[in-house]
């Protein structure tokens, strides 16, 4: 599993707490976030879509001139995928996480999302907000111990990237600073 380039710092949430008590640790806006994805048929589909995925995936780092990693059909297949779609258009895939499972621990390793196209700016926020929920959820429900955010940097600026706003947006979420297991 590779590592990001953000530190050795990641938000973890605890899942031995019940679900109520997670929902509670996210942020009251945040809860809005997602309350609003769902009104609006956002749609989570797992392990499926990869090259929706792939896609996305290659967008997001040409639009915010970061490095990426090439991320393979083949890889996408050994590891949890979880897409969304715009409910109005479910042809368009407006967010996408890639997690690393090990039975205990789901560790965000990719996140992409259309959230600098105008047009899926809004409902890509959205989705984004409802993936982290619903990966919380699943995680949980299959018996896993950790979410990891799968990174939080607490240099605010690495590879003269401003990170303040990513760490807010994974901070709303609730959890705890711990150091990344990779």
């Known amino acids: 599993?590779?590592?990001?380039?953000?530190?050795?710092?990641?938000?973890?949430?605890?899942?031995?707490?019940d679900l109520e008590t997670i929902w509670r640790g996210i942020k009251k806006r945040r809860r809005e976030t997602i309350?609003?994805?769902?009104?609006?048929g956002v749609i989570i589909m797992e392990d499926c879509r990869l090259n929706d995925f792939q896609a996305l995936y290659w967008m997001?780092?040409?639009t915010i001139n970061v490095p990426?990693?090439?991320?393979?059909?083949?890889?996408?297949?050994?590891?949890?995928?979880?897409?969304?779609?715009?409910?109005?258009?479910?042809?368009?895939?407006v967010a996408?996480?890639?997690?690393?499972?090990?039975?205990?621990?789901?560790r965000l390793q990719y996140a992409a999302s259309k959230r600098y196209d105008p047009k899926k700016k809004k409902i890509s926020g959205?989705?984004?907000?409802?993936?982290?929920w619903e990966t919380i959820k699943w995680a949980k429900q299959k018996g896993m111990k950790i979410y990891d955010f799968g990174g939080y940097t607490v240099e605010i600026f690495v590879?003269?990237?401003?990170?303040?706003?990513?760490?807010?947006?994974?901070?709303?979420?609730?959890?705890?600073?711990?150091?990344?297991?990779?």
């Open 68 to 93: 990426s990693f090439h991320v393979s059909i083949a890889e996408l297949k050994t590891r949890k995928v979880f897409i969304a779609v715009d409910a109005t258009d479910e042809t368009v895939a």
């Open 1 to 17: 599993m590779r590592c990001s380039p953000m530190g050795n710092n990641t938000l973890i949430i605890d899942l031995s707490q």
């Open 159 to 182: 590879n003269k990237r401003d990170n303040t706003q990513v760490n807010s947006w994974k901070a709303s979420f609730g959890g705890v600073l711990a150091k990344k297991v990779c």
């Open 60 to 62: 997001i780092r040409k």
């Open 126 to 132: 959205l989705a984004n907000a409802m993936l982290y």
């Open 35 to 40: 309350r609003q994805a769902e009104r609006l």
């Open 96 to 106: 996408a996480f890639m997690f690393c499972e090990n039975g205990t621990r789901l």
